[in-house]
């Protein structure tokens, strides 16, 4: 059976990735997105100790992103707490987070929206609630919200300076704040955007592993085919056309070139716990682990021929 099976050498495969987005709107009544008003020290009914939900946001942002904003704190405690921050206050990168007062909003965006994150720069807020028209804010690509055609900005500087950014996204992990304490325009604060309806846009984010397998046809290879319509008999042996091994005469020729329509991998069945790399018995059943058809059927080769299946993970 040479003529139908071939073995695939480490050198014939490979596995390559390649990052894919895909552009997605929601609602504020969309399913898992939430927007809550955080509040530094909001008790819960008459505790002076436990928190309430808008206390409890105010205590996480404060302690994960942005322990040393707008805090009076030595210079080895804020070291610490930069080392420490989820925020991207790197050299490489200009995440800004300065701006975090004792009131703020939060909106939450589940991962199976954005994939493996938020592709930077792609975030719009659109909140067109407000009688005197639309709030619009979107990212700077580096983890900084600014607004758009906003009248009462802070600074005519670039949308993520230090003065005009409103707050912050984590493209990782699917947080948005609005920090800024200021007016977006005469008749709307930043602190009631995201309070009613809204809307967010993004890129979403995710990697596609492939695997490619190139197969290589040598001249005059599979030159035969195990479709048994083309089989005959020997006289006097009693056989089925199936299980026959004697080709018609039309089918003998030295010029006989069949056509294929496809590939298909073969693996053994390997009857054991684990995973093997190799054959480990010439007796187990081969069984199907990859089928791939070709658009329209081919000619068995009379030179070098190289076919690519791939195969996304």
């Known amino acids: 059976m040479s003529f139908v099976f071939k073995k695939i050498g480490p050198k014939d495969s490979r596995i390559f990735e390649s990052v894919v987005n895909k552009p997605q ?49 030595s210079p080895k405690e804020s070291d610490t707490f930069h080392r420490l921050t989820l925020a991207e206050v790197t050299p490489r990168n200009s995440q800004l987070v300065d701006k975090f007062y004792d009131s703020g909003s939060v909106i939450s965006i589940p991962q199976k929206y954005y994939g493996e994150y938020i592709k930077p720069k792609s975030f719009i807020l659109l909140d067109n ?8 804010i979107r990212d700077d690509g580096h983890g900084n919200l600014y607004p758009v055609g906003n009248s009462d900005s802070q600074s005519t500087n670039s949308p993520s300076s230090s003065d005009n950014y409103v707050g912050n996204i984590f493209y990782e992990l699917g947080i948005v704040t609005i920090t800024d304490t200021g007016s977006y325009s005469s008749s709307i604060n930043y602190t009631d955007v995201s309070t009613d309806k809204y809307k967010i846009k993004f890129d979403s984010t995710q990697t596609i592993y492939t695997h490619e397998y190139a197969l290589e046809l040598g001249e005059h290879e599979y030159n035969s085919t195990m479709n048994y319509t083309m089989r005959g008999f ?24 069949p056509f294929f329509t496809g590939f298909t991998l073969w693996s053994k069945n390997v009857k054991r716990i684990g995973m093997h790399d190799r054959i480990l018995d010439e007796t187990e059943e081969r069984q199907p682990i990859i089928i791939a058809k070709l658009p329209k059927p081919i000619q068995s ?11 996304d993970q």
């Not at 997105?33 to 996480?60: E, K, M, P, T």
């Not at 609630?129 to 619009?136: C, I, Q, Y």
């Not at 080769?301 to 195969?311: G, V």
């Open 234 to 257: 020997v006289e006097g042996r009693q056989k089925t056309i199936e299980s026959t091994p004697y080709k018609l005469s039309d089918f003998t020729g030295s010029n006989f070139r």
């Open 25 to 73: 709107t929601f609602l504020s009544s969309s399913q898992g997105i939430s927007s809550v008003q955080f509040r530094s020290g909001s008790l819960s009914g008459s505790s002076n100790f436990l928190r309430d939900s808008s206390g409890s946001y105010w205590n996480f942002l404060s302690i994960n992103f942005y322990s040393s904003a707008s805090k009076k704190l």
């Open 301 to 311: 080769p009379n030179t070098k021929i190289i076919f690519k299946i791939r195969l």
């Open 129 to 136: 609630h407000h009688p005197s028209g639309t709030v619009e």
